[in-house]
């Protein structure tokens, strides 16, 4: 299986402080991973050196190319990032911010081709979305405007996705449906996928594998599908202090032990 995503020796320093210690991640092609830890831990800065948005110490690679030779539109084709709020403005139809996933593919003035403008309604149509196609993007509620930002990263073609707790702002029924169709696309796109989360029981519920950082390092990590519910317990009690975990079926839940 290819390796999308390897971040070898990631060291990151806010002033006199580190934030990300010697970090070293690999996640395949068609894995869809969670990155869980606690405010503060180096989260989303890991994301934001990976998309080449921060300075750092060591390297990236997308496909074994290091992203240190790519200028920004080459990584741009290499690696789609979801952010937690989108800060895009309205006074856009939702289509044209899909349309946007094309720019890293296109030359300086040229405008999105017919057939392009026709894979961006199939995609909104696969995800569900394309009646918000001509809707005023700053008018969509957080859930639609994450739904049209996922359709954006699909058109982009990366091999890489990287979301920052995509999900945060979004009530419970909505957490399910983004989370339900980003997993899809990271499966079935053959992508490498790696999410922020805060709640680690919607990470075990989706996620194929869980990063753990704390201190600016992977501390362990879980796979969902293999560990035991001993390990994963005792993997998540290094980031959560003492916690209980229930199993249902195949489906983990994970609450402080003395609200168990």
């Known amino acids: 299986m290819m390796t999308g995503l390897r ?3 990631i060291s990151v320093n806010y002033g006199e402080r580190k934030i990300l210690k010697n970090l070293n991640l690999d996640i395949p092609r068609g894995e869809f991973c969670g990155l869980l830890g606690l405010n503060g831990s180096g ?23 290091n992203c240190k030779n ?5 990584r741009a084709r290499k690696i ?9 403005a309205g006074g856009r139809d939702a289509i044209d911010v899909v349309l946007m996933g094309y720019n890293p593919w296109l030359n300086i003035l040229e405008s999105p081709s017919v057939e ?5 309604r199939e995609i909104m149509d696969k995800l569900g979305c394309l009646h918000l196609a001509d809707k005023d993007f700053g008018e969509l509620s957080q859930g639609q405007k994450q739904m049209v930002i996922l359709a954006r990263c699909i058109a982009q073609n990366a091999p890489v996705m990287l979301m920052d707790e995509p999900d945060s702002a979004l009530d419970f029924l909505n957490k399910h449906i983004v989370l339900e169709k980003i997993r899809t696309v990271v ?7 790696l999410i922020t989360m805060h709640d680690p029981n919607f990470a075990m ?15 362990t990590q879980i796979h969902m599908k293999t560990d ?23 489906e983990y839940l994970m609450g402080k032990r003395q609200d168990v």
């Open 205 to 219: 519920e989706y996620c194929d594998r869980l990063f753990l950082l704390k201190d600016g390092k992977i501390v």
């Open 80 to 88: 789609a990032f979801i952010p937690q709020i989108c800060s895009l």
């Open 187 to 193: 499966r079935d796109g053959n992508k490498a996928g």
């Open 116 to 120: 392009q403008k026709k894979q961006a």
């Open 228 to 250: 035991s519910k001993e390990k994963i317990k005792e993997s998540l009690s290094m980031i959560y202090g003492e916690i209980e975990l229930l199993k249902n079926g195949k």
């Open 70 to 74: 790519l200028n920004e539109r080459q």
């Open 7 to 9: 971040l070898r020796n």
């Open 43 to 65: 989260k989303t800065t890991l994301l934001h050196v990976a998309c080449g948005f921060l300075p750092m110490q060591g390297e990236c690679y997308v496909d074994g190319e």
